[in-house]
């Protein structure tokens, strides 16, 4: 048997501490690899072209047109 085979409801308490760390853990980890990859793409300008891309209208004749029938 278990450690904590013979504590009742204390056994199960434990269990959903232990399972509430490993889902925080694992939301905290997720959170920081997608803040690095964020940076990397800033950092290697990978995220300045998407915007320049996005924003593409602006930059020739067309986006005053697309403001003035907005």
């Known amino acids: 048997m278990g450690r904590y085979s013979g504590l ?6 434990l ?5 509430e760390y490993a889902v925080v853990t694992g939301v905290f980890v997720a959170v920081i ?3 690095g ?4 793409a800033a950092t290697d300008g990978a995220l300045s ?4 891309e996005a924003a593409s209208h602006v930059l020739d004749g ?4 697309d ?3 907005f």
């Not at 990859?37 to 990397?40: P, S, T």
């Not at 067309?62 to 047109?65: E, F, K, N, V």
Request: cysteine-free; hydrophobic content about 60%; charged content about 15%.
């Open 8 to 13: 009742g409801a204390l056994g199960e308490r």
């Open 15 to 19: 269990a959903q501490g232990t399972l």
């Open 33 to 35: 690899v997608a803040l």
């Open 37 to 40: 990859a964020l940076w990397r």
């Open 49 to 52: 072209r998407l915007v320049e």
């Open 62 to 65: 067309s986006g005053a047109i």
């Open 67 to 69: 403001i003035a029938l």
